[in-house]
């Protein structure tokens, strides 16, 4: 944070700044907070932009395709296919056209909404400041309603999957695993436990791990200049291993619940 930002407001008013979303209502069409249907617009619209670069930029590679020596574009494209494909191979059981394609949209796109930590605090904020918009937060997996959606879309395709897979088989499977028929209040209970834990764990750890990181970037900014480039540099490189792996993690969980929705016991 430089001086100016710094005789203007107080540190926890700075962390606040940054914490505040900007903010649409659909009913009053008007910006900030003004009932329930309020957009958290900042999350919506970074969404939006990632998620139709990482599309352009696959259509470009899909239709400059080539047979012979790859692009570094395209190579890299390829790995990254290559990955997700060995990671659904060795981890679904079922059979399905779906998974392979889901958990790539899933790692890539995850990936870099999590890469907007990466930029400079006060960079959007500040750009948007000159437009008129006082709030804005760079990163979507830091704002819980997106983590959560994310999950959800997940939780319903688990749903889907095992009623579509096991029918009525998964009537006898909720009513007598693991304790048997005669138990069946209890297997009931452990079963709506069991699949109302997995969008939490989806959306919570994501967040979670995000939000952090999030504020020990805000933390920093709040140093003199002179001494945000030593902890700033740490944190970014070892934060770009974290983008990584909660990249990964919600990739492989999803991969790992859907296969738990195609197998019979």
């Known amino acids: 944070m430089n001086t100016e930002t710094a005789s203007a407001i107080t540190p926890a008013q700075y962390v606040q700044h940054h914490l505040d979303h900007l903010l649409f209502n659909l009913n009053s069409m008007s910006f900030g907070n003004n009932g329930f249907w309020t957009l958290n617009l900042d999350t919506v619209l970074v969404s939006l932009v990632t998620g139709l670069i990482i599309a352009t930029l696959l ?13 570094k574009l395209q190579n ?5 296919i290559e990955f997700v494909q060995k990671s659904v191979t060795d981890t679904f059981h079922g059979t399905s056209k779906i998974i392979a394609p889901l ?8 990936f870099f909404m999590n890469v907007m930590d990466l930029l400079p605090i006060d960079l959007l904020p500040r750009a948007l400041a000159a437009v008129g918009f006082t709030h804005f937060k760079n990163v ?5 309603n997106m983590t959560f ?5 997940v939780f319903v395709l688990i749903i889907f999957y095992n009623f579509k897979i096991k029918g009525w088989h998964l009537a006898k499977e909720v009513f007598t695993k693991p304790f048997g028929i ?5 297997n009931i209970t452990f079963r709506l436990v069991e699949e109302f834990v997995k969008p939490l764990s989806l959306a919570l750890r994501l967040f979670g791990n995000m939000f952090a990181g999030e504020l020990v970037f805000i933390l920093i900014a709040l140093l003199p200049w002179w001494a945000q480039w030593l902890p700033g540099g740490i944190w970014s490189i070892f934060h770009i291993l974290i983008i990584s792996i909660q ?3 919600f990739m492989m969980l999803t991969i790992v619940y859907l296969s738990m929705a195609h197998d019979k016991h």
């Open 76 to 80: 890299f494209v390829e790995i990254i």
């Open 182 to 186: 005669y138990l069946f209040p209890l």
């Open 103 to 110: 958990a790539l949209t899933i790692f890539v796109w995850v």
């Open 140 to 144: 979507p997996t830091a704002d819980p």
């Open 149 to 153: 959606a994310m999950s959800i879309s």
């Open 247 to 249: 990249a990964f993690i």
């Open 59 to 71: 259509r470009v590679v899909a239709v400059r395709m080539t047979a012979g020596v790859p692009g």
